[in-house]
């Protein structure tokens, strides 16, 4: 509580400007001579701290400390009174059960100038505290101890502020534990990195084995053409190459894919269309359909936005002279990185899985999984683990683990790279990220108990094993601390005896030096100038986490939406071919339209910019940055997402 007077004397004493609520001086060498003095009116005006409002019907306390006496009153319009109080020290309480109880020292005076009544020259707004804001002021009872009534204020809401208190820890727990688990993967790759690179393994070209390819496809006009011709080109013996464009397409894409297949195979490659009239079991079920007529050893998968290099099986294959090895997985790389900051932000996010995930995780022995394409599986090894499986959407991370846990193991290549295309709309992004969060919630559920109890697999590799299948349910934790976030502000304002608990969350700030150390690992725009890369670094680590955290409410439905085993279809992520802004003319797969989802993503881009304007105003700084984050994040999301609607129709 504030308090502050300004107090004139009738016979022109100077004024006293004090701290806190109702301050005068008074001369403790000639009280005895000034008690029977008593001032006619002791005046003040309360306002409420947060809304500065006047307050009525609150109770105050004055208590004369030269008599004993005790003055009580209740404000009126925001105006309180107290009459006849003795001349001398005096302490006012303020004891409504609505706010915060405070004790101050209230007025001394100089009786040498025989001063015999006080007032104040004009209302002052003192302002006071709510013990309880208004959204826990409920849950008063009565009770009986020792046959006496009492009142335990606000006992049910204390208690939902506990559970509230509960709920935030966890969440705040996952997301370290995700943290600490992402720096320990930091660790291992800089371990990795100042090892030395062993060499590619000895690959006679005369004795290659027979490699088939596989270009799974679904309504893809604008890039199949390219990624039939990408493929026709790589440098392998032809004698020893098998192309399978595995077509499910609905659209003319069919017809081009048709057409570019006969231009290729009329060049002596071996190349075959095999077009389904249905969409069973989608990717994983045309990759399965397509095995009886494999007649490679070895099965490279592309998706169809990727842009191999030509000496991709010859970088690639060599690995495979190690009869254990079940995967070569290599890291993607981006051809339309510069497009714009939304392409920006997922390539510096892309990286650090495919360098700090995928490199830490492999430098270590760990499972990693292979990404669905820019791969190599050996067929003996898909057709050992049991094969595609369509029960989930994410059908190459339900292999790789089902695979490794036969004791197979997986290769990954940081330096063999094969660029692909990033999604260039928000409803694109939306679209990919919503198939990786639920198929991995789906893969959860489905290997949670296998990998546990599997015979023959590592602790450690149960520990990282579960962390990894449990990844996208970090953004169900940001959510929901995203939202608790606003209780958590009031019951800061409410509860004194818990905000032990509110400041013992600010430990986990720790979380995000851990992830900023696990991107820095990742960032691959180093110029070799460490002041000038840290701070692009900064920069671009503030605008990831800004945007990943608003992605967390459609992210978030998705997992849901996978733990609960609602099935859907898959939707696959909108390709474009497109580099350059003025390249691009539209694209009829990418659907846009308005949803509950978006409505809510721009009311959030409201409700926190509000909640961190209104605490930035109070001098309430501890969420403030949070806060503005996700103003941000979600403000982006839900005005690009406005946009493309409006440009789309």
């Given at each position: 509580?504030?308090?502050?007077?300004?107090?004139?004397?009738?016979?022109?004493?100077?004024?006293?400007?004090?701290?806190?609520?109702?301050?005068?001086?008074?001369?403790?060498?000639?009280?005895?001579?000034?008690?029977?003095?008593?001032?006619?009116?002791?005046?003040?005006?309360?306002?409420?701290?947060?809304?500065?409002?006047?307050?009525?019907?609150?109770?105050?306390?004055?208590?004369?400390?030269?008599?004993?006496?005790?003055?009580?009153?209740?404000?009126?319009?925001?105006?309180?009174?107290?009459?006849?109080?003795?001349?001398?020290?005096?302490?006012?309480?303020?004891?409504?059960?609505?706010?915060?109880?405070?004790?101050?020292?209230?007025?001394?005076?100089?009786?040498?100038?025989?001063?015999?009544?006080?007032?104040?020259?004009?209302?002052?707004?003192?302002?006071?505290?709510?013990?309880?804001?208004?959204?826990?002021?409920?849950?008063?009872?009565?009770?009986?101890?020792?046959?006496?009534?009492?009142?335990?204020?606000?006992?049910?809401?204390?208690?939902?502020?506990?559970?509230?208190?509960?709920?935030?820890?966890?969440?705040?727990?996952?997301?370290?534990?995700?943290?600490?688990?992402?720096?320990?993967?930091?660790?291992a790759y800089r371990k990795s990195k100042r090892s030395p690179k062993l060499p590619m393994p000895a690959f006679?070209?005369?004795?290659?084995?027979?490699?088939?390819?596989?270009?799974?496809?679904?309504?893809?006009?604008?890039?199949?053409?390219?990624?039939?011709?990408?493929?026709?080109?790589?440098?392998?013996?032809?004698?020893?190459?098998?192309?399978?464009?595995?077509?499910?397409?609905?659209?003319?894409?069919?017809?081009?894919?048709?057409?570019?297949?006969?231009?290729?195979?009329?060049?002596?490659?071996?190349?075959?269309?095999?077009?389904?009239?249905?969409?069973?079991?989608?990717?994983?079920?045309?990759?399965?359909?397509?095995?009886?007529?494999?007649?490679?050893?070895?099965?490279?998968?592309?998706?169809?936005?990727?842009?191999?290099?030509?000496?991709?099986?010859?970088?690639?294959?060599?690995?495979?002279?190690?009869?254990?090895?079940?995967?070569?997985?290599?890291?993607?790389?981006?051809?339309?990185?510069?497009?714009?900051?939304?392409?920006?932000?997922?390539?510096?996010?892309?990286?650090?899985?495919?360098?700090?995930?995928?490199?830490?995780?492999?430098?270590?022995?760990?499972?990693?999984?292979?990404?669905?394409?820019?791969?190599?599986?050996?067929?003996?090894?898909?057709?050992?683990?049991?094969?595609?499986?369509?029960?989930?959407?994410?059908?190459?991370?339900?292999?790789?683990?089902?695979?490794?846990?036969?004791?197979?193991?997986?290769?990954?290549?940081?330096?063999?790279?094969?660029?692909?295309?990033?999604?260039?709309?928000?409803?694109?992004?939306?679209?990919?990220?919503?198939?990786?969060?639920?198929?991995?919630?789906?893969?959860?559920?489905?290997?949670?108990?296998?990998?546990?109890?599997?015979?023959?697999?590592?602790?450690?590799?149960?520990?990282?094993?579960?962390?990894?299948?449990?990844?996208?349910?970090?953004?169900?934790?940001?959510?929901?601390?995203?939202?608790?976030?606003?209780?958590?502000?009031?019951?800061?304002?409410?509860?004194?005896?818990?905000?032990?608990?509110?400041?013992?969350?600010?430990?986990?700030?720790?979380?995000?030096?851990?992830?900023?150390?696990?991107?820095?690992?990742?960032?691959?725009?180093?110029?070799?100038?460490?002041?000038?890369?840290?701070?692009?670094?900064?920069?671009?680590?503030?605008?990831?986490?800004?945007?990943?955290?608003?992605?967390?409410?459609?992210?978030?439905?998705?997992?849901?939406?996978?733990?609960?085993?609602?099935?859907?279809?898959?939707?696959?992520?909108?390709?474009?071919?497109?580099?350059?802004?003025?390249?691009?003319?539209?694209?009829?797969?990418?659907?846009?339209?308005?949803?509950?989802?978006?409505?809510?993503?721009?009311?959030?881009?409201?409700?926190?910019?509000?909640?961190?304007?209104?605490?930035?105003?109070?001098?309430?700084?501890?969420?403030?940055?949070?806060?503005?984050?996700?103003?941000?994040?979600?403000?982006?999301?839900?005005?690009?997402?406005?946009?493309?609607?409006?440009?789309?129709?």
């Amino acid at each position: 509580m504030f308090l502050e007077i300004n107090l004139l004397h009738k016979f022109n004493m100077r004024k006293l400007l004090l701290f806190s609520l109702l301050i005068i001086a008074f001369n403790q060498d000639t009280l005895a001579s000034t008690m029977r003095l008593r001032s006619k009116l002791i005046k003040g005006y309360l306002v409420d701290f947060k809304t500065r409002r006047d307050v009525d019907e609150v109770s105050l306390l004055l208590v004369s400390k030269a008599t004993g006496e005790r003055f009580k009153t209740e404000t009126r319009d925001g105006v309180f009174t107290f009459n006849n109080v003795p001349i001398g020290e005096s302490i006012l309480i303020l004891t409504d059960k609505d706010y915060r109880k405070d004790t101050l020292k209230v007025f001394e005076t100089n009786a040498k100038e025989h001063l015999e009544h006080y007032t104040f020259s004009k209302k002052q707004p003192f302002a006071a505290r709510l013990k309880v804001t208004w959204l826990f002021n409920w849950g008063d009872r009565t009770t009986v101890v020792n046959g006496k009534k009492v009142v335990q204020e606000h006992y049910w809401s204390h208690m939902m502020a506990r559970v509230i208190l509960v709920i935030y820890g966890l969440c705040l727990f996952m997301i370290f534990y995700y943290s600490v688990i992402q720096l320990l993967l930091a660790l291992a790759y800089r371990k990795s990195k100042r090892s030395p690179k062993l060499p590619m393994p000895a690959f006679d070209l005369e004795q290659a084995p027979k490699v088939t390819i596989q270009l799974p496809m679904y309504n893809e006009m604008y890039v199949a053409e390219r990624i039939i011709e990408t493929t026709a080109r790589l440098a392998y013996p032809k004698d020893k190459l098998q192309i399978q464009v595995l077509d499910d397409s609905t659209d003319e894409t069919k017809d081009i894919i048709a057409k570019k297949v006969a231009e290729i195979a009329a060049t002596g490659v071996n190349i075959q269309h095999i077009h389904r009239v249905d969409r069973t079991g989608y990717k994983a079920g045309a990759l399965d359909d397509a095995m009886d007529r494999v007649t490679g050893d070895f099965i490279a998968i592309f998706d169809a936005d990727f842009v191999p290099d030509e000496n991709f099986l010859l970088r690639t294959v060599p690995y495979f002279n190690n009869e254990k090895v079940g995967v070569v997985q290599t890291r993607w790389g981006h051809l339309n990185k510069s497009y714009s900051l939304l392409t920006e932000l997922q390539a510096f996010g892309l990286n650090g899985h495919f360098a700090i995930e995928q490199q830490g995780r492999n430098s270590t022995g760990h499972f990693i999984n292979f990404n669905g394409t820019a791969g190599i599986w050996r067929k003996k090894c898909i057709e050992d683990a049991g094969g595609w499986e369509h029960d989930t959407i994410t059908e190459d991370l339900d292999l790789s683990y089902r695979a490794q846990m036969r004791g197979w193991k997986f290769t990954y290549l940081e330096d063999v790279e094969s660029p692909a295309e990033l999604p260039i709309t928000m409803s694109a992004l939306k679209s990919q990220q919503h198939r990786w969060m639920k198929g991995g919630a789906e893969c959860f559920i489905k290997m949670r108990g296998k990998l546990l109890t599997h015979p023959g697999v590592r602790f450690s590799d149960r520990v990282h094993g579960m962390a990894h299948l449990f990844n996208s349910s970090v953004f169900v934790f940001i959510l929901i601390l995203s939202i608790l976030s606003l209780f958590i502000l009031h019951i800061k304002d409410s509860f004194s005896d818990l905000n032990y608990f509110v400041q013992f969350g600010a430990f986990f700030i720790s979380s995000t030096v851990f992830l900023a150390f696990y991107y820095w690992n990742s960032y691959r725009d180093k110029t070799g100038r460490f002041w000038n890369d840290l701070f692009k670094f900064i920069k671009r680590f503030v605008q990831f986490l800004t945007v990943s955290m608003a992605l967390s409410m459609s992210n978030a439905v998705a997992v849901i939406e996978g733990y609960l085993r609602i099935k859907s279809s898959f939707v696959r992520t909108p390709k474009f071919n497109v580099a350059q802004k003025d390249d691009f003319t539209g694209n009829k797969y990418d659907k846009k339209s308005l949803s509950i989802l978006n409505i809510a993503e721009g009311s959030f881009m409201l409700i926190f910019g509000f909640t961190a304007l209104n605490r930035l105003a109070f001098g309430d700084f501890g969420m403030v940055p949070f806060h503005l984050m996700l103003a941000f994040g979600y403000g982006i999301i839900f005005f690009n997402t406005v946009k493309e609607v409006r440009t789309g129709r």
